[in-house]
C-alpha cells in the first residue's frame, strides 16, 4: 500500500530500506520520478516507467517548488491537487509520495543552491532567469533524500533535462536521468500542468506549437538539414497565429544547448511561446 512522507528523513529510510536488500546480493533498483504536482497522463507515463524498470521502489515527490519561479511567475495560482495526484500515483505503481513543506527543503537560514554555469543561462534559463539554479536546488535535495538509481523525466522539459545531466555529471550522483517521450493530446498539444491556465480559444491557438514542430519535422524528413531555413519555416508557421508571442525557436545541441547551423540527428529543435498570459513549451529530437 503506498504511503505519503513528508520529511526527508522518512524518505532516506525507506530508500536505504531497500539499498540493504540489494547488498545481500538481491537487486531492487530504486526509482523516483519528481513532479511538482497537478499530475497529468504525462506523469502518469513516468511512473508507469518507473514502476515497470524499478517494481515496487518507485517514490514520487510532490512539492512545488519556490525557487524555480520568478517574483511575477505563477508560485501562487500554480494548480495543486494533492488528492488526485496520490490517487493517479498509486494506481500508476508509486509505492511513496514525499510531499515536504517549503521547510523542510529549504530550512531556516539555507544559503547552499546549484547552479549549472553556462547552460542555465540558455534557452527556458535566458527567459526565465533563475529558474534552472532553482530546479538544479531542488533536485540535487531530491537525489541526495531519495539516493535514487534511476529518476524519470519527461522529454517535454529537454533543456531542463541537459541542466540534469550535467549536473549529474558534474557532482558524481549515482543517479542516471531516464528520459520519457513526449504525451500528448490527440490534437498534438504537449500535456503540461499549465494547459489548465488556458481558455477554450486560447486552447485552439497552442496549437501552433506542435503544428510549427510538425513542419520542422516534415522538412528535415525531405532532406532540409540548414539551421536558418527550419528555424524560418517554424516561425512562419508561428506566424499563422499572431495572438501567440513567441518566446524563442531554436535548434540546438541537445547536450550544450548551443544553437547550430545543420541539424544532424539528435539534434533539438525546442519552442516556447506566450498563448495569452500562459508560457507553454515544446520541443522534438532531429531524426
Request: charged share 25%; hydrophobic share 50%.
Amino acid at each position: 500500500m503506498m504511503k505519503v512522507v513528508r520529511t526527508v528523513a522518512e524518505l532516506r529510510e525507506w530508500s536505504r530500506k531497500f539499498r540493504a536488500d540489494s547488498q545481500s546480493g538481491v537487486e531492487r533498483p530504486i526509482g523516483l520520478v519528481p513532479t511538482m504536482g497537478a499530475l497529468h497522463a504525462g506523469h502518469a507515463s513516468l511512473v508507469r516507467a518507473a514502476a515497470k524498470a524499478c517494481p515496487g521502489q518507485v517514490a514520487v515527490s510532490i512539492f512545488v517548488n519556490p525557487t524555480q519561479f520568478g517574483p511575477s511567475e505563477d508560485f501562487a495560482r500554480y494548480p495543486r491537487s494533492f488528492d488526485a495526484d496520490c490517487a493517479l500515483a498509486e494506481a500508476e505503481g508509486a509505492n511513496v509520495i514525499f510531499a515536504p513543506s517549503v521547510e523542510e527543503m529549504y530550512p531556516a537560514g539555507a544559503a547552499t543552491f546549484v547552479e549549472v554555469e553556462g547552460l542555465s543561462d540558455r534557452l527556458d534559463g535566458d527567459s526565465r532567469p533563475g529558474h534552472f539554479r532553482g530546479v538544479a536546488t531542488v533536485v540535487a535535495k531530491l537525489l541526495i533524500a531519495a539516493e535514487p538509481d534511476l529518476a524519470f523525466f519527461g522529454q517535454k522539459d529537454a533543456a531542463q533535462v541537459a541542466v540534469l545531466r550535467r549536473m549529474v555529471a558534474d557532482l558524481r550522483l549515482g543517479t542516471k536521468i531516464v528520459v520519457c517521450p513526449i504525451v500528448r493530446e490527440a490534437d498534438g498539444l504537449a500535456l503540461s500542468s499549465r494547459n489548465t491556465y488556458l481558455s477554450a480559444q486560447e486552447r485552439r491557438r497552442a496549437l501552433v506549437l506542435s503544428h510549427s514542430i510538425r513542419r520542422v519535422e516534415e522538412l528535415a524528413g525531405t532532406g532540409e538539414r540548414r539551421a536558418d531555413a527550419l528555424i524560418a519555416a517554424a516561425r512562419a508557421v508561428f506566424a499563422e497565429e499572431p495572438a501567440v508571442r513567441v518566446d524563442y525557436v531554436e535548434l540546438v545541441d541537445w547536450s550544450a544547448l548551443l544553437p547550430v547551423d545543420m541539424a544532424t540527428p539528435g539534434t533539438l529543435l525546442a519552442v516556447a511561446a506566450w498563448v495569452g498570459t500562459t508560457r507553454l513549451i515544446d520541443n522534438t529530437i532531429i531524426v
